[in-house]
């Protein structure tokens, strides 16, 4: 079946660093690809996405591109800050289905 | 914005009892919720598929005898896990999927412990 794999956490960087969580999947077809940010006592949101191959999702300020050569959909800010601590989790879903496979989250601290 | 809660953010509970978690939406009608659990080091794992005044749909391997989902209403379904065991401790974490369709938001989640 369908699945997601993403970077073990947890990763701890510094103000103002860059950031990659690595997330890759195994899926039939063209599956759209989502990461989704759970910040600490609230419930997961997502963050972008991207429904074909090529596509760039972004938003505030993280980038992740649809690779299809590659089965991958990776994280990426330029420059990390500590309120982006929170855990991350890379997911799919197939054909417009509501049903989203997940992976098993990585957690981020930014220290100042 | 559109908020979903669950209640108990935390539960213990004693083995061989029964434990009900609510997920509510609190600002739009849902009539459609999910409940999803996640083991230690392990993926977010859908359970059910919980339909506003119909029977939830379970994955494969979810016990649905055990694992007791109520959607009586468009703003609040329920998931009992009864006679709890040890290895029914996880995160619980429920979303709902607004009325149109176009957005799906997600509890805080649950942490159930079974002792």
């Known amino acids: 079946g369908d699945s997601v794999t993403q970077m073990e956490g947890p990763v701890t960087l510094s103000e103002e660093a860059f950031l990659t969580i690595n997330c890759t999947y195994t899926a039939t077809g063209y599956p759209s690809l989502f990461w989704y940010v759970q910040y600490p006592g609230e419930g997961l949101q997502l963050l972008l996405k991207?429904?074909?191959?090529?596509d760039k999702g972004s938003n505030k300020g993280f980038e992740a591109t649809y690779r299809k050569e590659t089965t991958s959909f990776h994280l990426e800010k330029g420059s990390v800050q500590v309120s982006d601590s929170a855990v991350y989790f890379c997911a799919l879903s197939q054909g417009g289905s509501e049903k989203l496979v997940f992976g098993k989250g990585t957690k981020l601290t930014v220290n100042p | 914005g559109a908020v979903v809660s669950q209640h108990p953010s935390w539960v213990i509970c004693k083995s061989g009892t029964s434990v009900k978690i609510e997920c509510r939406s609190l600002d739009f009608q849902a009539t459609t919720m999910f409940w999803y659990r996640q083991f230690p080091k392990q993926s977010l794992m859908l359970m059910a598929t919980s339909n506003e005044g119909s029977k939830a749909t379970y994955e494969q391997g979810v016990e649905k005898d055990k694992f007791l989902i109520n959607h009586a209403s468009l703003t609040l379904s329920t998931l009992t896990v009864t006679s709890a065991h040890p290895e029914d401790s996880s995160f619980y974490i429920c979303?709902?999927?607004?009325?149109?369709?176009?957005?799906?938001?997600f509890g805080e989640g649950s942490w159930l412990t079974v002792v």
């Open positions: 979303s709902a999927r607004t009325g149109n369709g176009n957005t799906i938001y």
């Open positions: 991207a429904t074909k191959a090529d």
